[in-house]
């Protein structure tokens, strides 16, 4: 890749293949969930603000791929 150019990772519409079942508890926990949704929601807001749409697909993708390896630990 040539220097400067920026390597694009949000993938246009999909970032990655998510189980539907696991889409709707993600949605559950994040809305619903009284613990839990406000928590989400405020670091959601902050890296919506403070990231770019590309920062937020690096984040998702490295995110995924922690919970991966502790899930094999």
């Known amino acids: 890749m040539p220097a400067g ?3 694009d990772l949000s993938g246009g519409e999909s970032v990655y ?3 539907e079942s696991q889409m709707r508890l993600a949605r559950r926990l994040a809305e619903k969930d009284p ?3 406000a ?3 405020a670091l959601f807001s902050e890296i919506e603000t403070k990231l770019s749409r590309n ?3 690096a984040v998702a993708f490295l995110l995924i791929e922690r919970l991966n390896l502790a899930a094999r630990t």
């Open 5 to 7: 150019q920026k390597l």
């Open 17 to 19: 293949c998510i189980n």
């Open 35 to 37: 613990d839990s949704s």
């Open 39 to 41: 928590k989400i929601e």
């Open 55 to 57: 920062e937020q697909a």
